[in-house]
C-alpha cells in the first residue's frame, strides 16, 4: 500500500466501501474499519501499520491546510 485509493482497494477486498463526500470524515472512517479488522485478527500486523501510517498522515496534512 502506498496511497490511500490502495487502502480503499484493500478495504473493499473486506467488503467496506467507504465515501460520504467529506474528505476527513473518509479518512477517520477508514482508520476506524481497519482498528476494528485489526481487532478482529483479520488482517496482518505489517498492513494494519502501513495502512495506518498512510491514514493518519493523509489526516495530519488535511488539518495543516485548514
Request: glycine share 4%.
Amino acid at each position: 500500500m502506498k496511497n490511500t485509493y490502495d487502502i480503499q482497494q484493500f478495504l473493499k477486498k473486506f467488503g467496506t466501501i467507504i465515501y460520504v463526500g467529506d474528505r476527513l470524515a473518509d479518512l477517520e472512517l477508514m482508520e476506524e474499519e481497519l482498528k476494528e479488522l485489526h481487532q478482529s485478527q483479520l488482517i496482518e500486523e505489517q498492513d494494519f501499520q502501513t495502512a495506518l501510517f498512510i491514514v493518519r498522515h493523509e489526516i495530519q496534512q488535511l488539518k495543516n491546510k485548514e
